[in-house]
């Protein structure tokens, strides 16, 4: 099982800053691709940007420019920078993370896990 605990979201006015966090843990033998997708009142969950374990990213066309995905893989961390941020930003923030998982090395499987969510609100 792994577990998700995201970090960081909260108020802030137009035009601010944050940072959230979300660190992996549990039994897996790696972590491939990890994300934040967000889903604001009313709408689907979308992709808001991507890392896999080598460090190529990819971003929403709403997020290039303003977020910055990382990921420390020592840690099983994923960040997300937020700068510039907007009312429509507003939205509880996933994180996502696609683990190796399995009772040994020689038999493994991909799953799928999200954490439990972060609530960022915006301010115009």
């Known amino acids: 099982q792994v577990q998700l605990v995201e970090s960081g979201g909260g108020l802030v006015q137009a035009g601010g800053s944050l940072r959230l966090s979300c660190a992996a843990s549990g039994s897996f033998f790696s972590i491939n691709d990890m994300g934040w997708y967000r889903q604001a009142p009313g709408k689907q969950r979308e992709l808001v940007a991507a890392v896999t374990s080598a460090g190529s990213t990819n971003y929403a066309e709403s997020a290039k420019g303003r977020f910055t995905i990382s990921r420390d893989n020592a840690k099983n961390t994923v960040y997300l920078q937020m700068n510039s941020l907007k009312p429509d930003d507003t939205a509880v923030y996933y994180c996502?993370?696609?683990?190796?998982?399995?009772?040994?090395?020689?038999?493994?499987?991909?799953?799928?896990?999200w954490g439990q969510g972060t609530q960022v609100t915006v301010s115009s």
């Open positions: 996502n993370a696609a683990a190796r998982v399995g009772p040994n090395r020689f038999v493994l499987q991909t799953l799928n896990y």
